[in-house]
């Protein structure tokens, strides 16, 4: 099966074609982070027009490129939530347009299903059931995954998202945008137990999460130290340490309750190096085996939401309607498991 996938959720376009017989058969990404860059943060209206602008060259370039001519494909995804809604009905027009003129269908998708799969690429790809860490800019949330579709929120961000955190902290110690890999690679410059910052929720049981005090944490330390480089440094390097640290405690805790043996981290942040490499060590010791996607495929991408319409285009009695939906608002937990 051939699937063409179409994100544009937020400030990427992302185009890609999933072959089912050899993986990855071509893809573009976009990034319109020069675009918001002067504002800080991501501009709905920029975002949309945007999008509008980049989408057609682009799946016209993903097409060539894989040698495939529209009606050569077997289906057409695209994000359909959660999102920016304008930006998301950028991707829902152009699939269902092409899917009209085509007659190939196009399926509406979840975003974070797309990033929970992304690990899935990869060889060895893990396998239901298992815990899945999703930390991306919107969300921080603990899912356990008995199957493809069958998933239940053990645990989420109670205030503001992990990756959210970091851009936050970034921004407010004038570090540009977006924040969390400039943030990133200033704490590889800092000296480990400088400062010392909170774990929020570590000394209470659960698996929520609660990111905004550690923001304010890092603005105040920031305002009583003299603000020099080697202080931003060592900032950074305890601020990624106290998020990369609370998140690893409460994988641990997470998969000891669900009882399994394999977690997946997937989400913008699971390209932070020191997460990955905490979580790998941390779950080694327990004989957890640990998932994440190649670089790549960790922040938003086409490649995560073509797979996702694979699997969804799958399925058995599949019923797609032709309306144009999207779902700006979509707990992954609403999705249903895949029947096969
Ligand atoms: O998944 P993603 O591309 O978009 C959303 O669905 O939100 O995630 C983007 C988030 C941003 O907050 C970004 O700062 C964060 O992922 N991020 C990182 C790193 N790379 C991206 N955070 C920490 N360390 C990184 N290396
Ligand atoms: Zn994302």
Known sequence: MKVLGIETSCDETGIAIYDSEVGIRSEALYSQVKLHAEYGGVVPELASRDHVQKIAPLINKVLAEAELDLHELDGIAYTAGPGLVGALLVGASVAKGMSLASKVPAI????????????????????????????????????????????????????????????????????????????????????????????????????????????????????????????????????????????SIKCRRAVELAKVNRLVIAGGVSANKHLRSKLTDEMQKKGVEVFYPSLQYCTDNGAMIALAGYYRLSQKNLQIDSKIWVKPRWPISDLAPLER
Not at 138 to 146: A, F, P, R, Y
Not at 169 to 182: D, H, T, V
Not at 224 to 246: L, P
């Open 108 to 247: 509406g998708v979840h975003h974070m299903e797309g990033h929970l799969l992304a690990p899935m690429l990869e060889t060895p790809a893990p396998k239901p059931p298992f815990v899945a860490l999703l930390v991306s800019g919107g969300h921080t949330q603990l899912v356990k995954v008995s199957d493809i579709g069958d998933y239940e929120i053990m645990g989420e961000s109670l205030d503001d998202a992990a990756g959210e955190a970091f851009d936050k902290s970034a921004k407010m110690m004038g570090l540009g945008y977006p924040g969390g890999p400039l943030l990133a690679a200033r704490a590889e410059r800092g000296q480990a137990g400088a400062y010392h910052f909170p774990r929020p929720m570590t000394d209470r049981p659960g698996l929520d999460f609660s990111f905004s005090g550690l923001k304010t944490f890092t603005l105040n330390t920031f305002n009583n130290s003299d603000k020099s480089e080697v202080a931003i440094n060592n900032i950074c390097r305890a601020f990624e340490e106290a998020v990369v640290d609370t998140l």
